[in-house]
């Protein structure tokens, strides 16, 4: 099939490898436009539209697919279908009904469940055991499309996002292409998502990062997880914001348990433990404001904490 490929970020980079190696033409593909990024907040190209523009393949990086020149592009790039990943922007109703096989978007969850932008981190979050991805088909309603294909990934216990996303986005890959392959063949048939068990991904913002000490230990583990690597679990240290990577909870870390309050640290010669609404966790890496990321005893040793001090709560 002659195919047009939506997707912005890392994660939809497999993706479009496999499509540009597979049996399909990419006549195009649709990225966001550059934008900031890095210490020096220069303006960079999206991971997709470099990969893109490595293998010569024409990219446009319209603000809006509702703009005239964005959707007369996609006319002219004729696809018979348009997969996307992430690709972060709407399909308005005059170009989703222009491919004979639709948009098919791959989503990393088990719709109906974690629809929105950020399912892995919710899937996280809320503890779930297994998830997955699916393919299916774009309509106007937010990730409500029937379902063309599915696969289910094990949460690891140890899992961060950015683990857990690698490993969707690799298989995903290759759900994606058999699904471009089984429609072109005509051996799919879409499956509408069932009413029940629908749950929301929206978006996590840096304030929803920020660690809420009075929570329960596995409920700060699970938040700091999801929130790893972006945007960054942090909390406060008096004035100073401190970026936090992955914890563990100190039963599993086999430390000593003391009573710590919420937030309250405890600096050992092995250990950093701060208190949580009920047992403590174990910091890992510790990033202070200006400085690298570093062992938490490290950052301890050089921040020459007073006894008794706290994180906010």
Not at 108 to 128: E, K, N, T
Request: aromatic share 4%; proline share 11%.
């Amino acid at each position: 099939m002659r195919v047009v490929f939506a997707g912005t970020p890392a994660a939809a980079v497999p993706s479009l490898r496999a499509v540009l190696a597979s049996r399909h033409q990419v006549a195009g593909v649709l990225t966001r436009p550059d934008a900031r990024a890095g210490r020096g907040r220069g303006m960079r190209p999206s991971p997709v539209r470099e990969v893109a523009q490595e293998a010569g393949i024409p990219v446009v990086t319209p603000r809006s697919l509702r703009d005239p020149e964005a959707v007369q592009q996609v006319h002219d790039w004729a696809p018979d279908a348009c997969p996307v990943v992430a690709y972060g922007l709407l399909v308005p109703p005059e170009l989703l009904t222009l491919p004979e096989h639709g948009w098919v978007n791959l989503h990393f969850s088990l719709l109906p469940a974690w629809r929105g932008a950020a399912p892995v981190q919710h899937a996280l979050r809320a503890g779930d055991d297994v998830t997955g991805a699916v393919t299916f088909r774009l309509e106007e309603g937010l990730d409500t499309g029937p379902v063309l294909g599915r696969l289910t990934e094990t949460v690891r216990p140890r899992d961060t996002a950015g683990e857990l996303l690698e490993r969707l986005a690799q298989a995903g890959a290759r759900l994606l292409v058999s699904t471009l392959d089984a429609l072109e063949e005509g051996a799919v048939q879409p499956v509408p998502q069932p009413a029940e068990g629908v749950s929301l991904a929206p978006k996590i913002d840096v304030d929803d990062a920020r660690v809420p000490w009075r929570l329960p230990a596995f409920a700060v583990d699970r938040l700091v997880r999801a929130c790893t690597p972006d945007p960054g679990a942090w909390t406060t240290l008096g004035a100073d914001r401190v970026k936090l990577g992955p914890v563990t909870p100190a039963d599993d870390a086999g430390a000593e348990d003391p009573a710590l309050q919420p937030g309250q640290i405890s600096v050992g010669r092995r250990a950093v433990l701060v208190g949580t609404g009920s047992s403590p966790v174990r910091l890992g890496e510790v990033q202070a404001p200006g400085k690298r990321a570093m062992p938490a005893t490290d950052w301890a040793r050089g921040a020459r904490l007073q006894p008794g001090a706290v994180f906010d709560a």
